[in-house]
Structure formats: structure tokens, C-alpha cells
């Protein structure tokens, strides 16, 4: 089936770094979207990607959308404590809305 | 901001017991969609749910596993008889079209004993 393989799988980082994690598939998909989870929550949408080589930012956030559309990245600047969550990745599959997630990378923040 | 709320926050069963998830989504909402986070693991697909029928369903969801809109404002999801492994986080989540976001609830944490 369809998977999407995220990496690093974990990340320690001192506050101030730019962190970068990225996502790729075997399979195409047409939307590629960012999530932040925090402990005990819901993930939470950080950046969507529509069309393949698009760069789009949210605030300190920067993600890109691959030519091939089988991977995309995520860039952190400056990070903040506030940053640490697990991120996912995750493609949209089909046409009824399923979402297909990636294993997440964690990131902690060291102040 | 309007936002999907999920109730109950935790619940803890005894295997073989029936369970009812239930979510309220956001109302102009027509997407509905229920997720599984075992602890630990990355967010698993389980169903779609749109103009008042499953549009798709992963190979989790058995037929153990309903969900139903009663009532124009609640979604729920039911495990008629559930098992150990089905501990985990669940997920609801709703859009406005299928390839519009997806806002997710905070999750209801099941533990089946």
C-alpha cells in the first residue's frame, strides 16, 4: 500500500538552530501536507502543498512540495521551545479524503 | 474559531465491551473521517464518511467498527465488541470538501483491559 517514509525519526536540537526534516513516497500524491502534534492532542495543520514545486511559509515555517510530487520537505528557523511536537507528514490518497501519514518525526528543543 | 470537539477525553473498558466514540465536527462541515494513533505510532486511516454513507474504508476497520451521523451534528463511531488492540488514540476529523483541510479533534484515549 500506499506509505509515506519520514526522516529523522528524532531530533535534539539547541534553541535558535533551523531544523530540517523531510518526507518521501514510492507513490504519488496531489496534496502533501504538514501536521504538528502535541502531547495528548490532535495534529494540528501546519502547511499545505497543492502543486508539485511549490514553496510555501507559515511564519518560521517553509515547506516544499517536490517536482515529482514523492516528497516534500519542512524547514524550521530560528527554532523556539514552543517547536517540539512530533511532526507528520501525510499525502491525501484518492478522492474521499483519506489521509495517508508518515511515522512522524520528534523534535525537542534544548533552551 | 470553531473546532471539533470529542467526547468522552478517556475511556477505559473491559475486552468484549461495546464502545461509542463520539465527535461533533465543525457544522458547515461535509467530510467526516475517523483516525487511530496506537502509542507511539503514526496516525492510521480508519473511515471516510460523506453524504450520510462510508466512502472508504481501511482493512482496521472490520466489522467490528460502525459509525453514524443520528442526528445532523454528531458523529460517532462504535467497536461493537472490542479487543486488546484496540487501545489506542482515536481521531475525528472533518472537512468541507475532500481535498480541503482536515481539522482534528483532541482524540479520545481507549483502553481496553
Known amino acids: 500500500g500506499q506509505q509515506l517514509n519520514q526522516s529523522p525519526q528524532s ?26 502534534q502535541d502531547p495528548g492532542e490532535g495534529p494540528v495543520l501546519l502547511i499545505a502543498l497543492y502543486k508539485a514545486g511549490e514553496l510555501t511559509s507559515n511564519g518560521r515555517l517553509t515547506a516544499q512540495f517536490g517536482i515529482t510530487r514523492k516528497d516534500s520537505f519542512l524547514n524550521i528557523s530560528a527554532s523556539i521551545p514552543s517547536d517540539v511536537g512530533i511532526y507528520f507528514c501525510a499525502g491525501l490518497a484518492g478522492n474521499t479524503g483519506k489521509l495517508i501519514f508518515g511515522q512522524g518525526t520528534t523534535l525537542q528543543v534544548k533552551p | 474559531e470553531p473546532e471539533v470537539t470529542q467526547t ?27 483516525y487511530r494513533q496506537i502509542l507511539g505510532q503514526k496516525v492510521e486511516f480508519l473511515v471516510s464518511f460523506y453524504n450520510n454513507e462510508i466512502s472508504e474504508k481501511s482493512e482496521i476497520f ?12 454528531n458523529f460517532t463511531l462504535k467497536i461493537r465488541s472490542t479487543k486488546l488492540e484496540d487501545s489506542a488514540m482515536y481521531f ?21 483491559l
Open chain 1, 11 to 36: 531530533m535534539f536540537i539547541q534553541e535558535g538552530e533551523d531544523v530540517s526534516m523531510n518526507c518521501t513516497s514510492s507513490s504519488i500524491f496531489n496534496t502533501w501536507l504538514w501536521y504538528k
Open chain 2, 8 to 34: 468522552p477525553s478517556h475511556q477505559v473498558t473491559q475486552m468484549g465491551q461495546e464502545v461509542i466514540l463520539r465527535c461533533v465536527p465543525i457544522s458547515n462541515h461535509l467530510y467526516f473521517y475517523w
Open chain 2, 62 to 73: 472490520d466489522d467490528q467498527f460502525s459509525v453514524e451521523r443520528p442526528d445532523g451534528s
Open chain 2, 92 to 112: 475525528c476529523a472533518s472537512g468541507q470538501g475532500y481535498q480541503e483541510t482536515q481539522y482534528f479533534g483532541p482524540g479520545t484515549r481507549l483502553l481496553v
